[in-house]
C-alpha cells in the first residue's frame, strides 16, 4: 500500500507534473488552458492531472462545462515541512 508520500514524491517525479503545479501557484487554470501549454495529448494530460489529484496535490471544481484546477495549498505546504 502506497502511503500519502509515497504518491506525492510519485507524482512529483515526472517534469510535466511539475510544470502543471508551478503554473497552478500562479492562479487556478481550467483543463484546456493547462493542456494548451503543452504538446502533448489531452489524454495525456488528463492522466497528469489525475495523478495530481490522486496525490492531493491539487483539487478540481467543475464550473459549468469546464473543470478547473487549482493547487491544494495545504498538502504542498505539509509536503514541505515533511521534507
Known amino acids: 500500500m ?10 512529483l517525479s515526472d517534469p510535466t507534473r511539475r510544470k502543471i503545479l508551478e503554473m497552478l ?22 492522466h497528469h492531472l489525475n495523478v495530481l489529484k490522486n496525490a492531493d496535490l491539487i483539487q478540481s471544481e467543475r464550473h459549468g462545462q469546464q473543470i478547473v484546477y487549482s493547487l491544494n495549498a495545504t498538502v504542498v505546504q505539509d509536503l514541505l515541512q515533511s521534507l
Open 2 to 11: 502506497e502511503t500519502g508520500l509515497t504518491k506525492t514524491l510519485q507524482a
Open 25 to 46: 501557484v500562479e492562479r487556478s487554470l481550467a483543463a484546456g488552458e493547462i493542456s494548451a501549454a503543452f504538446d502533448i495529448s489531452a489524454p495525456s494530460v488528463s
